[in-house]
Structures are given as C-alpha cells and as structure tokens.
C-alpha cells in the first residue's frame, strides 16, 4: 500500500492543448459571465471589480481542469476559496443586519435565521407529517429563504447528486482544507465501520426534530455554528451548546482531518452528506473502475478523502454510494482505471469527454451557487483596502 504522502498524479494525464483548452473553456466563459453580473454590468466600480476577479479565478479553475486533464487539485482549490469567502460574507453580513453574530430570541420569532442546506432533512419529514416548516426562517423572502434553498437543493442533487458535498457545499471546503495541510498521514485506516455513523446521526436527528418540532442538529450538534451562526449564551444550556459546537469544530473539521488527511466531518459525521448520498442512484454520472486495467494497488483506498472506496467496492469496479465525486482517485490512479462514468454506457467508453461531460453542468452549477460569495468576499477586501471598513 503506497502512503498517503506520495498521492500525487502518477501519470500523463489526457489533457488538452492550449488552443483545445481555450475553446472548451470559452462557452464556460460566456455562461459564468451572464451569470455573475445577472445580466446587468454592475455600476459601483468595487463592485465591478471584485465580480471581474471573481469570474477570473472561476473561469481559470476550469481551464486549468481542461487543459491538465486534472479535476481533484484544481476543485480544492475552488471549494477551499468558496468556504473561506462564505464565512468572512455571511459573518460580517449578520454584522451589517444585526449588529452581531448572535442569533436572538427576537430574529428566530420573526423568521431572520438564514436557511442552511444541512437542515433539509430535518425540516421535509415533520413538513410532510405535522405541515409545520419547523426552522424559523421565512419561506420567501429575505436572504437563504426557505423556498429558494430547497430549490437550489433540488437541483443541485439532479446535476451533481452527492457531488454537492465535494463541489458546492459552502462548509466543505474546511475540513477538506485542514486533510490537506499535514505532509503525511499521522492516524492510519479508520474501521469501516465508522462510515455508517452519519447514517446513525441522521436517523437520530431527524426522529428528534420530529419528536420536539425543532432542528435537533442545528440546536446541538451542528460544529459549523463556531464559525457562523452563533446562538445566544445566555444560561447553562447555552454554555453546553457553545461547547458541544467548538468541541465538535475542532475535532471533526480540524484535529482529525489534519490528522487523517481525510474529511472526517463529511464522511464520519454529517447527517445532510448521508441524505444526500441517496441522490448519487439518481444521478447520472459516477465514478467506475475499468477491473482489466486495476492492478489492486490500494492507492484509490488510501486516497480517497470521504472512506467511499474499499477493497471490496474495487473489485466489483465502482464506489460506495457516498462518493463526492471529487475526482481524487480518478486523479492519483497510476494505471488509468479510474474514471468518470456516464451510467447506462460501457465502462471502457473514452474517460477524456465524460470528464467534461460532467464537469460543464457541475462547474456551472457550483459557480452559480456560490460565486457571488466570492464576489461578495472579494468586494469586502477591497472596501477594507480602500476604506479601512468591511462592513
């Protein structure tokens, strides 16, 4: 078995010339464009600006996956950016609105809690049941609004499926940042049997939230609530809560992706990743392992940053159900077997055009959904620049 400090590309990779590279990059270019601007050139020049560098480093992460033949070390750098800029966003936002980071009694009562994705679960079973949207948020209207995410949630699973979690999740790119810092791996293989935690956590939760008609995740366990979000202390069990959520911070996104070098909090922990890897069997890439070209070299295993890959899942040539589709062991495979995979045609069908064929509507799908947090980010570092304040 080959240790992780050496998973780096171990081949040409079938990547393109610069002039091939520009061309399948330009109708990305187009498309980010219209986007980021919606249509309308912004006026303020900071503005302008901050969505000009935005667009720019979207545009040169796909050109670089193009003309590479590289998907993994381009996307992390992207999906690092995106968490980075949506905390410096969404914290100096509730400091603009609100004066602070502090969720009150006040803006729950009236519906000011910006929905977040990883609640989705809790939320649909007590709607279906009770008919009662138990997050206090507004359905409609103001910021991350109820009805909007589930939509962007929605599709986001069609085009992508549990490749939500290793391209547009704007918590991801934290622990995948911290597996990355370490040169080697100081705790070896984790037990297989750690990877059904989240599906445990998920259950648990989601009977809970049913039960009391509150999100029973988002009120305890949640560890994302450190960096955005806090709650009000304001008596005992807040002191437990502020614990419960820096505790699980720094072990679940910090200590042991450091140490592991593997997303411990996605793949170990997160009950919406555990949901979500459902809506990988009606998605309609995967990733599939050609078994002539296999030599069992165990590098796919070790590599893999969410545990969706074992020896067994190899030699039937495909992943578990939890893979981000993040593009690591298609990457760092010395023989080429692994590959992106349109379901429905052969295995052996050309990897180099299915590759693209998912990464257009994954990419723009991602910058969609979360470049104007970057823009958002940019713009605040150039106000702080130019005016000495962010907010």
């Not at 003309?67 to 999906?79: H, I, N, P, Q, S």
Request: net charge positive; aromatic share 12%.
């Amino acid at each position: 078995m080959k240790s992780q400090a050496n998973l780096q590309p171990q081949r040409a990779k079938p990547g393109k010339g610069w002039g091939r590279a520009l061309l399948i990059s330009l109708p990305m270019a187009f498309m980010t464009a219209f986007m980021f601007v919606g249509g309308i050139k912004p006026v303020e020049p900071l503005h302008l600006t901050a969505t000009a560098i935005a667009w720019a480093f979207y545009n040169a992460i796909f050109f670089l996956m193009a003309k590479t033949g590289e998907t993994d070390r381009y996307r992390a750098v992207l999906f690092v950016t995106i968490a980075l800029c949506f905390i410096l966003v969404f914290a100096t936002g509730l400091v603009e609105t609100r004066g602070s980071r502090v969720l009150s009694a006040a803006d729950m009562a009236e519906g000011r809690t910006p929905f977040c994705h990883i609640v989705i679960p809790f939320v649909i079973i007590p709607a279906v049941l009770t008919r009662t949207i138990i997050f206090p948020g507004s359905m409609l209207e103001g910021f991350a609004n109820i009805g909007t995410m589930l939509v962007i949630w929605l599709g986001g699973s069609l085009v992508m499926g549990r490749g939500w979690c290793g391209w547009a999740c704007f918590y991801g790119g934290l622990d995948e940042g911290f597996s990355r810092l370490a040169k080697k791996r100081r705790i070896g293989r984790i037990g297989g049997h750690w990877t059904y935690l989240p599906f445990a956590v998920l259950a648990a939760m989601v009977l809970l939230s049913l039960a009391t008609l509150a999100p029973a995740y988002c009120v305890w366990l949640c560890p994302f609530k450190t960096v955005t979000e806090a709650p009000a202390i304001t008596s005992a069990v807040g002191w437990l809560q502020a614990g419960l959520f820096v505790a699980l911070f720094l072990a679940l996104v910090v200590v042991l992706p450091f140490l592991t070098k593997r997303r411990t909090q996605c793949g170990l922990f997160c009950p919406f990743g555990a949901m979500q890897s459902f809506t990988n069997k009606m998605n309609v890439f995967e990733i599939r392992i050609d078994r002539e070209k296999c030599r069992d070299c165990g590098v796919c295993i070790e590599g893999c940053p969410t545990f969706s890959l074992n020896e067994q899942t190899v030699k039937e040539g495909r992943t578990r159900f939890t893979c981000t589709k993040c593009g690591r062991c298609v990457d760092i495979c010395p023989q080429g077997a692994v590959r992106y995979h349109l379901k429905g045609t052969p295995v052996k069908a050309a990897a180099g055009p299915v590759r693209m064929l998912f990464l257009y509507p994954v990419f723009l799908f991602t910058a969609v959904f979360t470049g104007g947090m970057v823009a958002g980010a940019v713009w605040r570092v150039l106000r702080l620049l130019a005016t000495g304040r962010m907010i």
